[in-house]
Nanobody, 123 residues
Framework: QLQASGGGSVQAGGSLRLSCAAS????????MGWFRQAPGKEREFVAA????????YYADSVKGRFAVSRDRAKSTVWLQMNSLKPEDTAVYYC??????????????????WGQGTQVTVSS
């Protein structure tokens, strides 16, 4: 299971750090991803980490502002979000799956999903 937390309300330009804690499995061999879904929109890719690489992958809309990292020992993945914008407002979900580079930005690349945490950025 995955448990996302750390959401909240901030003003534009502020920062938040989301956490995703895994239980029942370390998901050490899985790609870990972050997605978000705004009201009336489809769920979209935000960031991901492959299990065998330290390289992180980001959506163009968050590149340079967000950073994803993981602690395998603690089975936790973080999403550091800086310079937040009102358009970052959404429910953020963490996910785990056997996604490869060609599928890591797709919902279908992930098999396990957290419950979501709300991020609201006001202007």
């Amino acid at each position: 299971q995955l448990q996302a937390s750390g959401g909240g309300s901030v003003q534009a330009g502020g920062s938040l750090r989301l956490s995703c804690a895994a239980s029942g499995s370390t998901f050490s061999g899985y790609t870990m991803g972050w997605f978000r879904q705004a009201p009336g929109k489809e769920r979209e890719f935000v960031a991901a980490l492959r299990p065998t690489s330290s390289n992180a992958y980001y959506a163009d809309s968050v590149k340079g502002r967000f950073a994803v990292s993981r602690d395998r020992a603690k089975s936790t993945v973080w999403l550091q979000m800086n310079s937040l914008k009102p358009e970052d407002t959404a429910v953020y979900y963490c996910a785990a799956g056997r996604a490869i580079v060609s599928t890591m930005a797709t919902v279908g690349g992930y098999h396990y999903w957290g419950q979501g945490t709300q991020v609201t950025v006001s202007s």
